[in-house]
C-alpha cells in the first residue's frame, strides 16, 4: 500500500472537459491531461484492501491494486508492465470502459471510488509518450495460421495472444481499416482514431497480417487455408422499431448516423465519395434509446448543428444513488449522465414512441405516449408496459435515430455462410473453449456474448485465443487461465 492514508488526504479528481462551447465546434477528445503530481495522489486513494473487490467488477481480473501502488511510487515501466500482463489495450478502455472496477472499489462504499481508468489511460499514454511501448513479435514460430474474422476490439486482442503464442495471424475486415466499431462507431470526441493506428501499427511490426476491404462471406472458400478460424464480426444487427411510418425519409439506425459522420472525418485517407453523411443540421432531432450510443448521437448531432436534440428513454428515470436492490459491489442502474448531456439537449424517460407521420415521404413529426411498468396479472416474472391514458404527445421531428441496441450478428453474413448455429438470442453458439460445433471454428466478442463492453470484448478475444491455442496443440482444456498475459509460447 502505497499511502496508507491517501484515500483521507485526497479527495477523487478526474481530467476536467473543455468547455462546452469550445469542444462542440470540433470532433477532438475533450478531456484535458492531469500533471504527474495529480495522478500519482489518485493513486495514493487506492486501499489495496485485502479482499479487491474491483477485480471481480473487471472482466479482464486486471491486478489493480498493484498497478496503482506502482504509479504511486513512480515507477511507471513496472505499472505498465503489470496492466499490459491482462490487457491488450488500456488506451481503448482507459477511454470508453465504463469502469465497473470502480463501482466494485472498496473505497465506494461510503466514499468516491479510487480513479481506476483515469490511472489506467495514464499508464500506457505516459508508456507511448516514453516510447516505452514496443512492438512483441514471438521468439519462434507454430507453422499454424489462424484467420480472424473481424478487426474490433476482440478480433485485435485474439489476433495479438495468437501472434504472441508463435502462430501466423490474419486478421480480415470488411471495412477499409481495422478497428470495427472503435473505428467507425465511436465518435473522434471519445476516441480519437490516430489511438488506433498507433496500436494496429505495432501489431504489424509483431507480424499479425491485416487485410482491410476483405470479407471472408463473400468467398468463405479462403478461409480453408487455415488451421482454424475466429469469428469477431460483432453484434452488429440492430434493433428495429416496426411502427407506422418507419419508411419515412429521416428515420435512421444510430450506427448509420455515426458511422457516415466517423467516415466523413476520415474520407481523405478512406475514400468513401459514394457514403453521403446523414446530417443533422438545422434539424430537430430526437434519438430513441438512452444508453452510449444514444449519448454518442446527441454529441454527434450538437457537432453538426442540430436546431434541438431530444432523447427518449423507455425506462423510467433511475435513481441518482445506488438502489437498494443493487447493493456494493454490484453494477447499480442508476443515473449516469454522459459528456454529450452536459452539451445540450433534452432528456425524458417512460416514453413509448407510437408512430411516424410526415408528409411526401419525409418526416415531420413523431407521436408518443407516457407509459409505466406494472406487475403481471398472470404472475410472470417480468413488468408489463402499460400506456398511461391521455398522455399522447406530438414532437416536431426532422430526423429520427433509433439507439435500440442490437440482435446478434447479422443472419445473413459469414455465420450464415459457414452454417453456424445460433442460441436463443441470436448469438454464435460455442462451447466453453470458445468452439463452435465446427472443429476449428470459433466465436468471442459480441457475437458470441452478445452486445456488451469493450473490455468485454478484449476479454473474449483473450479466452477465445486461449481455446484455439490449446486446440491447436492438442493439449487440454485444462490449460485455460484467465488473466495470464500471454498463451503458451513454443
Not at 509483431?206 to 476483405?214: D, K, L, P
Not at 459491489?329 to 408512430?355: Q, V
Not at 445460433?422 to 448469438?427: E, I, K, M, Q, S
Not at 452478445?450 to 487440454?476: F, M, T, Y
Amino acid at each position: 500500500m502505497g499511502k496508507p492514508t491517501g484515500f483521507k488526504e485526497f479527495q477523487r479528481e478526474t481530467p476536467k472537459p473543455r468547455a462546452v462551447q469550445d469542444r462542440v465546434r470540433d470532433y477532438r477528445e475533450i478531456y484535458h491531461a492531469m500533471p504527474e503530481e495529480k495522478i500519482r495522489q489518485q493513486a495514493a486513494r487506492c486501499m489495496n484492501c485485502g479482499v479487491p473487490f474491483c477485480h471481480s467488477g473487471c472482466p479482464l481480473g486486471n491486478v489493480i491494486p498493484d498497478w496503482n501502488d506502482l504509479v504511486y511510487r513512480g515507477r511507471w515501466d513496472e505499472a505498465l508492465q503489470r496492466l499490459h500482463e491482462t490487457n491488450n489495450f488500456p488506451e481503448f478502455t482507459g477511454r470508453l470502459c465504463p469502469a465497473p472496477c470502480e463501482e466494485a472499489c472498496v473505497l465506494g462504499i461510503n466514499e468516491c471510488p479510487t480513479a481506476i481508468r483515469l490511472l489506467e489511460q495514464s499508464i500506457v499514454e505516459q508508456a507511448f509518450e516514453a516510447g516505452k511501448v514496443t512492438p512483441r513479435p514471438p521468439a519462434a514460430r507454430t507453422g499454424k495460421k489462424v484467420a480472424v474474422i473481424g478487426a474490433g476490439p476482440a478480433g485485435l486482442a485474439c489476433a495479438q495472444q495468437l501472434n504472441r503464442a508463435g502462430h501466423g495471424v490474419a486478421v480480415y475486415e470488411r471495412a477499409e481499416k481495422p478497428g470495427g466499431l472503435l473505428r467507425f462507431g465511436i465518435p473522434d470526441f471519445k476516441l480519437e482514431k490516430w489511438v488506433i493506428d498507433r496500436r494496429t501499427k505495432l501489431m504489424e511490426q509483431e507480424g499479425i497480417e491485416f487485410r482491410c476491404g476483405q470479407d471472408p462471406a463473400q468467398a468463405p472458400e479462403c478461409l480453408k487455408a487455415y488451421d482454424a478460424t475466429v469469428l469477431c464480426v460483432g453484434a452488429t444487427k440492430p434493433r428495429d422499431l416496426p411502427i407506422p411510418g418507419r419508411d419515412l425519409a429521416g428515420v435512421h439506425f444510430a450506427m448509420d448516423f455515426l458511422t457516415r459522420q466517423n467516415r466523413v472525418l476520415t474520407m481523405d485517407a478512406t475514400g468513401r465519395p459514394d457514403l453521403k453523411p446523414i446530417t443533422a443540421t438545422d434539424k430537430h432531432v430526437i434519438v430513441i434509446g438512452g444508453g452510449d450510443t444514444g449519448a454518442d448521437c446527441v454529441g454527434t448531432a450538437l457537432r453538426q448543428g442540430a436546431k434541438s436534440v431530444t432523447s427518449f428513454e423507455l425506462l423510467p428515470m433511475p435513481p441518482e444513488g445506488r438502489p437498494e436492490s443493487q447493493p456494493w459491489p454490484y453494477w447499480p442502474m442508476k443515473l449516469r449522465t454522459n459528456a454529450s448531456h452536459y452539451e445540450g439537449g433534452e432528456r425524458f424517460w417512460s416514453i413509448l414512441t407510437k408512430e411516424f407521420r410526415g408528409g411526401d415521404g419525409k418526416l415531420r413529426e413523431l407521436l408518443t405516449v407516457n407509459g409505466e411498468f406494472v406487475p403481471d396479472p398472470k404472475g410472470g416474472p417480468r413488468p408489463l408496459l402499460r400506456e398511461i391514458p391521455g398522455s399522447e404527445h406530438l414532437w416536431r421531428a426532422d430526423l429520427v435515430l433509433l439507439a435500440l441496441g442490437f440482435l446478434g450478428p447479422e443472419p445473413d453474413g459469414i455465420v450464415a455462410k459457414l452454417g453456424l448455429a445460433l442460441d436463443r438470442l441470436g448469438n454464435i453458439q460455442t462451447d466453453a473453449d470458445y468452439m463452435t460445433a465446427t472443429p476449428g471454428i470459433f466465436a468471442a466478442g459480441d457475437a458470441r456474448r452478445g452486445q456488451s463492453l469493450v473490455v468485454w470484448a478484449i476479454s473474449e478475444g483473450r479466452e477465445a485465443a486461449r481455446g484455439v491455442d490449446a486446440w491447436l496443440r492438442n493439449a487440454p482444456s485444462a490449460l485455460r487461465s484467465k488473466g495470464n498475459s500471454d498463451l503458451p509460447r513454443v
